[in-house]
């Protein structure tokens, strides 16, 4: 479990480091709600790191084909801050033992409110947190 742990506060603190504590919470149950769904992995790092990867070496991700966009923005995925890495540490750990209510409602995906993925359905959205807007039914 301290593996999934890792997993989860990387993606967390790299896709909500700056989001209240809701936002953040939110992430890590967008990624839980993945888990149990039967279209995506059925554990947290594979949820986290599933992307399109090279073919010659598959251990890159392809850009911009990633489903967390932190893992394929070319960008380090080593978290620079130490202490808020170590609150994200402290928010997935609450989402994967704690008895927590989802605040996203079921949702399996989310966007900044900076970009219009051609995914996102007005209809399917079911909730704004911040600067994430959480979508289920994709």
């Known amino acids: 479990m301290f593996y999934s742990m890792m997993c989860m506060a990387v993606a967390i603190y790299f896709e909500a480091r700056g989001e209240p504590l809701e936002g953040q919470i939110a992430v ?22 599933e992307a399109d990867h090279y073919s010659l070496n598959p251990r890159i991700p392809i850009r911009n084909r990633c489903q967390f966009s932190f893992y394929c923005d070319g960008k380090s995925d080593n978290p620079g801050q130490q202490t808020k890495f170590e609150e994200c540490v402290l928010v997935a750990k609450a989402v994967l033992y704690g008895n927590l209510k989802d605040v996203t409602y079921g949702a399996t995906h989310y966007h900044s409110t900076k970009v219009q993925p051609n995914w996102a359905e007005e209809d399917k959205q079911v909730r704004r947190i911040a600067k994430h807007i959480f979508y289920k039914g994709i």
Do not use: K
């Open 28 to 49: 890590g149950q967008v990624i839980m709600n993945r888990v149990e769904d039967p279209r995506y992995p059925d554990d947290v790092c594979s949820v986290v790191y």
